[in-house]
């Protein structure tokens, strides 16, 4: 019912920004949105996570302070800007959406589609 496809990634120096991008498309309503990571050999973690009207966003405690996730929701727009980058930042990045439910997910399990992922590599 909605397709996600996600830009922005790319290689960054330790200290700088990136700012990801994810367009979504087909029927949008009443979706709550979502950001996950993933490195080789480790399971799909949290970022950042909205409710479905976009009144609560939580984050990982391992970004909070440099990442922030924003949408326009008139352009079906996500976006997750992430500041003073780590090289433990280095993952590809997915965003993700889910339909029901009332609150915040932080838990990938719970949404329903998924970007196709954008690699960001930190350098130290």
């Known amino acids: 019912q909605v397709q996600l496809v996600e830009s922005g990634g790319g290689l960054v120096q330790a200290g700088g920004s990136l700012r990801l991008s994810c367009a979504a498309s087909?029927?949008?309503?009443?979706?709550?949105m979502g950001w996950f990571r993933q490195t080789p050999g480790k399971e799909r973690e949290f970022v950042a996570a909205?409710?479905?009207?976009?009144?609560?966003?939580i984050y990982a405690d391992s970004v909070k302070g440099r990442f922030t996730m924003s949408s326009d929701n008139a352009k079906n727009m996500l976006y997750l800007q992430m500041n003073s980058l780590k090289p433990e930042d280095t993952a590809v990045y997915y965003c993700?959406?889910?339909?029901?439910?009332?609150?915040?997910?932080?838990?990938?399990?719970?949404?329903?589609?998924w970007g196709q992922g954008t690699q960001v590599t930190v350098s130290s």
């Open positions: 993700a959406a889910r339909q029901g439910g009332h609150g915040t997910s932080s838990t990938p399990g719970e949404y329903n589609y």
């Open positions: 087909g029927r949008t309503s009443r979706y709550a």
């Open positions: 909205a409710n479905w009207s976009d009144s609560i966003t």
